[in-house]
């Protein structure tokens, strides 16, 4: 085992943790697969959240990171279209709830677990902080000074965290969801989580 991995490696991992488990783009795409499909679609979202999260994270340990960190522009762009999707996400959850309850399930799972893969990818891939964020981490200090190997090894590990959360957030909401409640209940949880995504992409466009 090389120096890097005894004293570089972990505390990266250290700080990259828990921003991996932040809300954004990706949970929302994952607790709204399983509100619409269950816990096997939450965890196909996840794969695919993990899937559009390597883009930016083995871009950066290549090096690709860099320019999208100095291009002003593209972070615009990722901000914008961060927004909609978080709306898009909203305006899908508020439609779900409002759907009869004899309804909504046979219509809404089989779509949600068709879908989930490639919303959980596209959420991630729009998150606008993850190229500069993993630029940043692959820039700094024995990071950027590591080699290739080590860099992309590193890479494989973050992204492999990132599914085993993700996997973890689909399975605690869909054991949340199990739990006996009434229709209100569910129909009150889930304007509430169409409303915080509605304020987040707000939010996303006023930074």
Known sequence: MTAFWIAQAPVTLAMVVPVLMLPGLDFAAVLRSVMTGGQRAGIVAAAGSMVGASLHVFGAAFGVGLLAAALPGVETVLRFLGAAILWLFAFRI?????????????????????????????????NPK???????????GGIGMATVGDRVALAAVICGLHFLWFALVAHLGS?????????????????ALACLLFGAGVAALAV
Not at 130 to 140: L, N, W
Not at 175 to 191: C, E, I
């Open 94 to 126: 508020l439609r779900a709830a409002m759907l009869p309850a004899e309804s909504a399930a046979p219509q809404t799972a089989p779509a949600s677990r068709r879908g989930a893969f490639a919303e959980g990818m596209v959420a991630a891939a729009l």
């Open 130 to 140: 993850t190229p500069v964020f993993f630029a940043a981490v692959f820039s700094a």
């Open 175 to 191: 054991r949340l969801q199990a739990r006996p409640v009434g229709a209100t209940a569910v129909r009150v949880v889930s304007v």
